[in-house]
């Protein structure tokens, strides 16, 4: 493995939206936290506060993804990668949304 080996890189332009899946959002990073087996990144889509947290599943094949978002009630948030329909994400019951996906084979 080299140090430009990618295990994942996300398709398309901002894969995660707001009510419009169509609509390509304004993203502003704000910054990160290192945690103990994660990364917390943050950052706003159309001035909405998101909080992603992502860390290796348990078999390590794939990242899990955690988005806590700053306000979300009545919003439909969807998860768009280019050539593929846009997946409308469930809120788990403490309000956050996961996206699991798989490791692919890597890439230089």
Do not use: C, Q
């Not at 290796?56 to 979300?72: D, H, I, Q, W, Y």
Request: overall charge neutral.
């Amino acid at each position: 493995m080299t140090a430009s080996t990618y295990f994942y890189r996300e398709a398309g332009p901002a894969p995660l939206r707001r009510d419009d899946p169509a609509h390509v959002p304004a993203i502003a990073f704000k910054g990160y936290t290192l945690r103990e087996a994660a990364v917390e990144l943050r950052y706003t889509i159309d001035g909405v506060l998101v909080r992603e947290e992502i860390r290796a599943n348990p078999e390590k094949s794939g990242l899990v993804r955690k988005f806590t978002v700053e306000k979300s009630a009545g919003e439909k948030w969807w998860y768009v990668r280019e050539g593929l329909p846009p997946a409308l994400l469930t809120a788990e019951s403490s309000g956050e949304f996961s996206i699991v996906d798989p490791f692919k084979k890597p890439t230089p």
